[in-house]
């Protein structure tokens, strides 16, 4: 089994929609989560941490739920300028660094 | 605000040449990293650094080598590019440990000839 796992999308979806992602991790032992966003031919950008009570930032919601090993990531009332590609991280096993997922592509669409 | 430099945003070589790509972060961060990234294969981990002087292999390291002497600057080198090494390279680093979140320079686009 991967390390950490997205779904690569595209999710289309039209302006005003709410979406969510997901990315399972494998490591249960893990403590640290976070979602990055990268636009095309751009470095990735920390987006926002996922703490264990869940945590919001604006339309940005993140959850984790360590019982089924996954985060999300919720954006409502998506805009245009939200489309990008969506990468979670989780830190690895030992003294590894952080595990990227490849990424879940959004496309809002007006 | 957590700055990270890479030296060129675009680079054209040609198989055989040695390359350096150097990366400089202005926040003491304790951690480097150098990954590759490619369509659909996401984030490839090359080198990482914890500390001055040392150094780590990621999942890929073949066909690269690093060096860190000074705590803000960690360099990949390239001994002998090759066209399969043709690909966007990204530098980050991190405070500490290994959970702490990483910053990212803009990368430099590398196309081997």
């Known amino acids: 089994r991967k390390e950490v796992e997205q779904d690569p999308g595209p999710f289309n979806v039209p302006e005003g929609a709410t979406v969510a992602f997901n990315c399972t991790y494998s490591?249960?032992?893990?403590?640290?989560f976070f979602w990055y966003r990268q636009d095309c031919r751009k470095e990735p950008k920390l987006l926002m941490s996922?703490?264990?009570s869940g945590n919001e930032d604006g339309r940005f919601t993140a959850q984790l739920n360590r019982a089924s090993q996954y985060i999300s990531l919720l954006i409502r009332d998506s805009k245009l300028s939200d489309s990008a590609t969506y990468l979670c991280?989780?830190?690895?096993?030992?003294?590894?660094?952080?595990?990227f997922g490849k990424g879940t592509r959004l496309s809002v669409i007006a | 605000d957590v700055k990270v430099t890479q030296s060129s945003r675009y680079l054209v070589k040609r198989t055989g040449e040695k390359v350096f790509l150097e990366c400089v972060q202005d926040?003491?961060?304790?951690?480097m990293f150098w990954y590759r990234q490619d369509p659909g294969l996401g984030l490839r981990l090359i080198y990482f650094?914890?500390?001055?002087?040392?150094?780590e292999k990621g999942d890929i390291p073949e066909g690269y080598s690093v060096s860190r002497e000074k705590k803000e600057r960690f360099s990949l080198i390239l001994e002998s590019a090759s066209t399969n090494q043709t690909s966007m390279y990204l530098c980050?680093?991190?405070?500490?440990?290994?959970?702490?979140?990483?910053?990212f320079g803009p990368g430099t686009r590398l196309t081997v000839t």
């Open positions: 980050a680093s991190s405070r500490f440990g290994d959970s702490d979140e990483q910053y």
């Open positions: 996922v703490y264990s």
């Open positions: 926040m003491d961060h304790e951690n």
């Open positions: 991280a989780v830190n690895g096993v030992g003294n590894t660094p952080l595990v």
């Open positions: 650094s914890y500390d001055v002087k040392m150094k």
């Open positions: 490591n249960s032992a893990s403590q640290s």
